[in-house]
């Protein structure tokens, strides 16, 4: 989960790596630092705490060159203080790293090296790789083979970043597993280094992406890419069309509250060239689906986490609903040992916004052993998910830097829904006109996106009422089932309040004894096929003194006279109906944390990426 960014070039390094962790202080941020080449030396800056304390420190203490590498810290081993903090140095002063990943058999090869002398001075995993350079670069001279060496040795996924005070023209990168990208970025007589676009955007756009089990030699001229067994790969340029604007919060406070209004773009985005409104036809040529493997398809394994996971299921419903093709959703850390009954009439569909979450990779992983064809719908562009899928679905919705994920939880609904009517077209569960009507339907979806936004005082005064509430109950039924777990998901990370997401029918059968007046119970009661089960919902939450907020469809006469409030979306087609009712959830979760002063963007214990397993 930590953010890498290294520079070589002509211009200072200092700045440019402040400013490229910066923009990736949501990966990880309980400790930062920076290694620049400066007079020969290597010098190190690093601090426990966020970000503004190394800038400070490198105030009070400047370093300049034009070379350096620096790393944000979500610990894994070792308690986030400055000790701990990357980069690390070895013995010699020659070698500094910064590292992302898990070094899984670090206690072995950490007593190996100190059998050898090797004199450790912190407690984290990453500082074996650096022993381990140092070992081999006495015999290899070339950095880039020492590192090759030294990598051999380690199990689990890495990232790392490597400079050398003797070789000065070249940083090292290389990629191991999937413990979160490396991407190199090629700039005029200068070049990146990142783990995560947004460091380096500002800079260009020309990007190289690591592979698994590749290695980067990276100078002011260019890269050179190998295999970390030496041979040359022919790699890609990719021209990443994400403006670095979008990566910035402009005018708000936090980028979720940002990123909660730049629905009504990311749903534009993410419909735009794929939806052919004149022939009501949906078009999406990365997934490579043809008519004949459509018609093939047994069964579809969606697998993802966290609030992907919870997209998956509402893509339960419309895929099956639509398209008559059986779906399971499983939770990739699930999924991924759960020896699936998955064959190759199957497919893998996976859910992320990053790309890089480890399980979900694994889950991917898992489907291909079995011979299954990976789908992925991902939003980070040249990402691992994204490259290792036969097909994707892009969610086009531009960064997401808020920890807490709102728009790359709703383009992926429409995304499943376009992909529902797709195969539904292709296996002929869709007649000409059920298909242009379920297509026509999508052209209402941004401006009722627009409609939710626009309501968020509503919000705003339920949030003062929740404020100081302890627990809460999130209900809902059908295909806005999820719309509860996700809604309860957003409070929970980052207000961290208890709340619970949960079936509106299992409430009798148990839970429902939570329920008295200090219980909030949101209620999700649209006007959908379940609307008269919810409706009786708040009756029974009402009967037991729980105060309920009802998320319901303008004009509803029923429900107001049993809530205690009620938050108004508007008139949705019912299979569009988890883009609208989750918006005012996206944005009472948002000012229930604003109001109690927490770190929206940066929620405690959590990382934007999970690359760790
Ligand atoms: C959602 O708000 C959380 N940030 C988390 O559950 C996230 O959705 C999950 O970690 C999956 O991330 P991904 O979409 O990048 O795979």
């Known amino acids: 989960m930590c953010g890498i960014v290294g520079y070589i070039g002509p211009q200072d390094a200092t700045p440019i790596i402040l400013n490229g962790l910066k923009r990736l202080e949501y990966r990880g941020y309980d400790s930062a630092g920076l290694a620049v080449l400066q007079g020969g030396e290597i010098a190190v800056r690093r601090d426990a705490g966020k970000l503004a304390r190394l800038a400070a420190l490198v105030e009070a203490e400047p370093v300049s060159g034009h070379v350096g590498i620096g790393h944000t810290r979500w610990a894994t081993h070792g308690e986030p203080n400055a000790r701990n903090a990357h980069p690390h140095m070895g013995m010699t002063g020659d070698v500094v790293l910064v590292h992302n990943g898990i070094v899984e058999n670090f206690l072995e090869l950490r007593e190996e090296l100190m059998a050898e002398g090797a004199e450790f001075k912190s407690e984290t995993d990453t500082e074996v790789i650096v022993h381990l350079i140092e070992r081999y670069l006495a015999s290899e001279g070339e950095l880039e083979e020492a590192v090759r060496r030294a990598l051999r040795h380690l199990r689990g996924a890495h990232g790392v970043v490597v400079m050398s005070r003797r070789e000065p023209d070249k940083i090292v990168a290389a990629r191991i597993g999937n413990a979160g990208g490396v991407v190199i970025g090629l700039g005029e007589d200068e070049t990146y280094i990142a783990s995560d676009l947004p460091a380096i955007l500002e800079h260009t756009r020309q990007m190289v992406f690591l ?36 990566a910035e919060k402009g005018e708000y406070r936090h980028f979720m509250h940002k990123e909660i209004h730049e629905q009504v773009r990311s749903l534009t985005d993410t419909i735009a060239g794929r939806a052919d409104f004149e022939a009501g036809r949906i078009r999406l040529p990365d997934l490579k689906l043809t008519p004949e493997f459509a018609r093939r398809i047994n069964k579809i394994f969606i697998t993802a986490c966290g609030t992907a996971a919870y997209a998956g299921m509402v893509g339960k419903v419309l895929i099956e609903r639509i398209a008559r093709v059986s779906v399971e959703v499983e939770i990739g850390s699930e999924f991924r040992y759960s020896d699936p009954i998955v064959g190759p009439d199957d497919v893998v569909l996976a859910i992320s916004q990053s790309g890089e979450t480890a399980d979900t990779l694994a889950a991917m992983e898992e489907g291909r052993k079995k011979g299954a064809t990976l789908w992925a719908i991902v939003n980070a562009i040249g990402s691992q998910a994204m490259r290792i899928a036969d097909g994707f679905i892009s969610m086009q919705t531009g960064p997401e830097i808020g920890v807490a994920s709102t728009k790359a939880y709703t383009a992926p609904l429409v995304d499943l829904y376009m992909l529902a ?193």
């Not at 509860?484 to 990370?493: I, Q, R």
């Open 421 to 613: 009517i797709l195969l539904g077209d292709l296996r002929g569960e869709l007649d000409e006109a059920a298909r242009r009507s379920l297509v026509a339907d999508l052209r209402l979806v941004p401006d009722l996106a627009g409609q939710c936004l626009d309501r968020e005082a509503q919000v705003e005064a339920v949030a003062q009422a929740l404020v100081d509430t302890r627990n809460a109950l999130y209900l809902g039924r059908g295909i806005n089932m999820p719309t509860a777990y996700e809604g309860a998901l957003k409070l929970k990370e980052i207000s961290y309040i208890h709340a619970e997401g949960y079936p509106a029918g299992e409430m009798k059968h148990g839970p429902i004894a939570l329920i008295d007046s200090e219980m909030p119970v949101v209620v999700i009661a649209p006007r959908d096929p379940w609307y008269e089960k919810m409706f009786s919902q708040i009756e029974q939450a009402k009967a037991r003194g729980g105060r309920v907020i009802a998320i319901a469809t303008d004009g509803d006469e029923l429900i107001p006279p049993v809530a205690d409030h009620v938050l108004w979306v508007p008139q949705t087609p019912w299979m569009l109906s988890p883009v609208t009712t989750v918006i005012p959830l996206q944005m009472l979760a948002y000012h229930i944390a604003a109001l109690r002063g927490l770190d929206v963007d940066q929620p405690r214990n959590l990382a934007k990426s999970v690359t760790v397993e």
């Open 211 to 246: 592979e698994s089990h590749q290695m980067a030699v990276v100078r002011r001229e260019g890269v050179e890419v190998t295999t970390l067994e030496g041979a040359l790969v022919d790699y890609e340029v990719q021209n990443v069309p994400w403006d670095p604007v979008s």
